[in-house]
């Protein structure tokens, strides 16, 4: 079946069998040494194995296939790349994170000649297709704008050597099994896979089955473990409390740079108007902004403009921002693994840092459910000030963790499912479900449960740019 890989001394970046093109662009960078998932990754990927790893964000994953990808397709550049056809592919469940590993790539490929180019929904498709017409050596795409091109002739895959799904856990989770499998159906049948996902539920190994080859296994986390070094603690307050309290810890503790969570868009925008009332600047990133004003939002918060960014889940999914010292969950979400990747945006890559949750007395269940699948109880903490009229319940026992049954993956992502989001974006009914079942208050995720469509519009900034990778 598949060999599993396993932890030996750190080797250094220039032991992986990496050219020199792509050395210099990770020293560049200020990389010293390669995390344990680019240690195992990149000689795998090289000797041109499938790969399935379980790797949380911050663990360098995306340089972890990203380096070893573009060496081979710079290494392998005697066919010319053809009118609307693509080399590799990286599929990723958000625009953020598509725009991310496309400027990964963009960095990393800077010494070599390949051109690369992102596409997801949201924006206007016709720069997309015009980009894609000279054909590309790598894509990245969202799967729901990547099959709109498709349908429109815009992107062929007769050439492609190399498919990456990226946090394919999520993919799963936001109701693309059906889109990734009707890809997956037109790829050439010889092919390169690399399989990326936090972990490797039953789901994913059913997809993994019907697509990788003879893996090499790479696990970096143990399956839903919260990242050591982040530290965890929460504070049992009164719901309507719950803006003050904020208020109070960033002011008394001077935090900087503070990711904070909401369950609802509106909730996100009530809270930020409240945090900018206060004298705090923040800003709000959900679904129903446009691209542009996530992207600016965004870049604010990275360059220190903004002190607290406000964000849904599938809005924060890809953020990466070095050293972000604190994620708050104002709410904490309906699904229990949502909490695992919240709590991911901080201590990336070696880093400390620390989650803190608000927990109103209603939300009880939800935290048992979060401290069963942490497989741990979450430290309490109190402020005098803000003690809470109606007392948080306690913890219950941990119990172990059972194995999941795997679901029918073909049923997964039928249209009776789901909540179809244009953009790319899903809600499946593991989502509802949970919610309907665990959360005593709210409504359906988001936007009541309406099919939502995102507004065409236009940004020459982000509606993806062909990174031609030689200056
Ligand atoms: P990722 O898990 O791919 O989202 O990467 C998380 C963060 O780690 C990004 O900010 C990367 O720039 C950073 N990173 C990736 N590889 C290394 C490395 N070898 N040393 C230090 N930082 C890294």
């Known amino acids: 079946m598949s060999d599993t890989a396993t932890n030996s001394t750190t080797p250094k970046f220039t032991d992986l069998g990496l050219s020199e093109s792509l050395l210099k662009a990770v020293r560049d960078k200020g990389y010293d040494t390669p995390s344990p998932i680019q240690a195992q990754a990149i000689p795998a990927v090289l000797s041109g194995r499938d790969v399935m790893a379980a790797a949380q964000t911050g663990t360098g994953k995306t340089a972890g296939f990203t380096l070893p990808l573009l060496q081979k397709l710079s290494s392998n550049k005697g066919t010319k790349v053809g009118t609307n056809n693509v080399r590799a ?20 490929g800077k010494y070599l000649n390949l ?64 889109d990734i499998k009707k890809i997956i ?3 050439p049948k010889h092919r390169q896979n690399l399989l990326f996902s936090a972990t490797f539920s039953a789901d994913i190994r059913a997809l993994a089955k019907g697509l990788v080859h003879k893996p090499l296994e790479i696990s970096v986390n143990p399956e ?24 109070h810890l960033i002011k008394e503790n001077s935090w900087r740079q503070v990711l904070v969570f909401t369950k609802t868009k509106h909730g996100a925008n009530k809270l930020t108007k409240y945090l900018e009332a206060e004298g705090l600047t923040a800003a709000a990133i959900h679904g129903n902004k446009s ?37 708050v969950n104002f709410d904490l979400p309906n699904v229990p693994e949502d909490y695992v990747h919240r709590i991911g945006r ?63 993956v073909h049923q997964a992502g039928s249209n009776s499912k789901k909540t179809e989001h244009k953009d790319g974006q899903h809600l499946s009914k593991g989502h509802q479900t949970q919610s309907n079942r665990s959360n005593t208050n709210n409504k359906p995720a988001g936007n009541g449960g309406k099919p939502r469509r995102a507004k065409p519009y236009a940004n020459k900034n982000t509606q993806g740019n062909t990174n031609k990778a030689n200056p």
């Open 346 to 408: 901080t201590a990336r890559a070696g880093n400390t840092g620390q989650a803190v949750s608000l927990v109103c007395a209603d939300e009880l269940n939800l935290l048992w459910d979060i401290e069963h699948v942490i497989q741990q109880h979450i430290e309490r903490k109190t402020l005098d000030k803000f003690v809470p009229a109606n007392a948080l319940g306690e913890s219950r026992a941990i119990r172990p963790l059972k194995a999941k049954r795997p679901k029918k």
């Open 291 to 327: 691209q542009g004003a996530r992207t600016k939002a965004l870049a604010s918060f990275k360059d220190g403009r903004v002190q607290v960014l406000v964000a849904t889940d599938i809005a924060a999914r890809g953020i990466d921002i070095d050293l972000l010292p604190n994620v």
């Open 89 to 108: 592919l990286v599929l990723t469940p958000t625009r953020e994170l598509a725009a991310q590993v496309s400027e990964s790539i963009a960095t990393y």
């Open 115 to 178: 051109h690369s180019t992102v596409v997801f929904g949201g924006v206007k498709i016709n720069p997309q297709m015009m980009r894609l017409r000279q054909g590309v050596d790598v894509l990245v795409a969202t799967p729901g704008r990547l099959m709109d091109l498709y349908n429109q002739n815009a992107v062929k895959f007769s050439q492609l050597e190399v498919l990456i799904l990226d946090e394919a856990d999520r993919m799963l989770d936001m109701g693309f099994i059906r």
């Open 185 to 187: 159906a037109l790829l």
């Open 224 to 247: 839903n473990s919260t990242a050591e070094k982040v530290t965890q603690w929460l504070m049992a307050v009164d719901k309507k409390r719950k803006p003050a309290v904020l208020t």
